[in-house]
């Protein structure tokens, strides 16, 4: 605080060049980066997918970064700017960490219960689709013919997969 | 739900030599009670994630209905329930 004091009396803040706030932008650019980051990144491994530890580490170093950016902005106006800038792109940054945390944690969750779903023991219901080539598929012909590819003959079970399709 | 051809892409792009089934009608999927209503594009009803080991009788011997989008079941899981069968 003393070299601010001193600093006021050697120049009027008019003419002083004031420091690029580099923390609060580069902050921002970290928080305003980590959702992308999730979606194009970071899902694609379990390990930083169903836990997004690695995104939630990124808010954080942003917040630090902004949260220190802030302070200095706004404990020495005269010599770092960032007063205005700020406060904007630190409420921008909480909103995209809000954001990812409503995807994340909400949304994704949004499923049907599914509680009439086959249980263990149940027996599965009987389907009949068409596969790739047009051609109707049974639960019972996926059960009792060798799989397609596969020498052996018939088959020690069936992992039914259902997904969502790719839009 | 993906339509056939689109299945034919897929397996074709990414070398999958399992079996795919289309179900544009939903009509496994209901008969799971897997239906997600308009949460596909443009609203359409598709399918929430979930999967069944089916022993050779037609049995569940496993299952996993995740509850968040996000998490699915890795090979290991599923290698996990292939012990159950018999």
């Known amino acids: 605080m003393g070299g601010d004091a001193m600093a006021n009396q050697e120049e009027t803040p008019a003419e002083r060049k004031r420091k690029w706030n580099w923390r609060i932008w580069s902050g921002f650019l970290l928080a305003v980066a980590a959702v992308p980051g999730y979606f194009l990144f970071f899902a694609k491994f379990p390990i930083t997918r169903n836990v997004p530890w690695a995104s939630w580490l990124m808010f954080a170093g942003a917040g630090w970064l902004l949260w220190a950016?802030?302070?200095?902005?706004?404990?020495?106006?005269?010599?770092?700017?960032?007063?205005?800038?700020?406060?904007?792109?630190?409420?921008?940054?909480?909103?995209?960490?809000?954001?990812?945390?409503?995807?994340?944690?909400?949304?994704?969750?949004?499923?049907?219960?599914?509680?009439?779903?086959?249980?263990?023991?149940?027996?599965?219901?009987?389907?009949?689709?068409?596969?790739p080539n047009g051609k109707m598929v049974a639960l019972a012909t996926?059960?009792?013919?060798?799989?397609?590819?596969?020498?052996?003959?018939?088959?020690?079970?069936?992992?039914?997969?259902?997904?969502?399709?790719?839009? | 739900m993906d339509s056939p051809e689109e299945s034919a892409t897929l397996c074709k792009k990414a070398g999958y030599t399992y079996t795919f089934l289309s179900d544009p009608k939903a009509e496994a999927i209901r008969h799971y009670d897997l239906l997600h209503r308009g949460a596909g594009v443009d609203g359409k009803d598709i399918a929430r994630p979930a999967e069944f080991l089916v022993d050779a009788s037609g049995v569940v011997r496993w299952r996993n209905l995740t509850e968040d989008l996000r998490v699915r079941a890795i090979p290991e899981d599923v290698l996990k329930g292939a012990q159950r069968l018999p």
């Not at chain 1, 013919?145 to 992992?159: A, D, H, I, Q």
């Open chain 1, 69 to 131: 950016g802030l302070r200095r902005a706004f404990a020495s106006p005269e010599l770092v700017r960032g007063r205005i800038a700020g406060p904007i792109l630190a409420v921008l940054s909480l909103g995209a960490a809000g954001l990812f945390g409503y995807a994340t944690l909400y949304a994704s969750r949004q499923l049907p219960a599914a509680a009439a779903a086959p249980k263990v023991g149940d027996q599965a219901p009987e389907f009949m689709l068409a596969d």
């Open chain 1, 142 to 167: 996926l059960l009792s013919e060798p799989m397609p590819g596969s020498e052996g003959g018939k088959p020690r079970g069936v992992l039914l997969v259902f997904y969502r399709g790719y839009w």
